[in-house]
């Protein structure tokens, strides 16, 4: 006997490599964003799954360029580039949290982290992005923000967005417990 998480998981790559969800249709003039909620301990479970994605997509529709963003590395990275790293870990061991926050927020700006994730993405050359590492990286990235602000660089790719609590199709609840603004322009990819 599978459980419904299972049942869902073994429905997303037949989903995501078919043609009526690669080009969008029954969308209208929607954005092509879906999330995949699953409970916050599954956490593990879907990034086994999401390595099996990348496995096996090319195997079931061969040419498909597929990107996968982990929001958690992609920040690392850009403090990394920034030389901020190192200052931003003393900063949280000395001064916390908050502070770290804080002292980050320009630096990790939606508008701003937009654009770094367009330039990796590159949404225009792939079929579809998928994009991990959300309950990692929060509180320093709100997923509701940064999904309103993608809208600008990935035109029409389809991004499937792994989303460690429960998303109703209104609003975003981080870890089953965290109330996030409501977001309306994605759809469920496997209810």
């Known amino acids: ?113 937009v654009q770094i994730f367009g330039k990796v993405a590159q949404p225009e050359e792939q079929n579809l992005v998928l994009v991990s590492g959300v309950g990692n990286v929060w509180p320093l990235v709100r997923s509701h923000t940064l999904l309103n602000n993608l809208q600008t660089v990935m035109g029409r790719t389809p991004l499937v967005m792994f989303y460690p609590g429960r998303y109703d199709g209104q609003a975003l609840r981080l870890f089953g417990k965290i109330k996030s603004k409501k977001y309306y322009r994605a759809f469920r990819l496997i209810p």
């Open 1 to 113: 006997m599978t459980d419904s998480l299972t049942q869902r998981l073994n429905e997303i790559l037949p989903k995501i490599t078919s043609t009526e969800f690669l080009s969008g249709k029954g969308l209208g003039n929607e954005i092509a964003f879906y999330i995949f909620d699953y409970p916050p301990e599954a956490e593990i479970r879907i990034r086994d799954h999401i390595r099996f994605l990348m496995a096996h997509i090319p195997k079931k529709r061969s040419g498909l360029k597929v990107q996968h963003i982990n929001l958690f590395d992609l920040v690392i990275n850009h403090l990394q580039d920034r030389n901020l790293l190192e200052k931003s870990i003393q900063m949280q061991k000395n001064k916390g949290d908050k502070a770290l926050q804080k002292a980050l927020v320009g630096v990790l700006k939606a508008e701003k982290l």
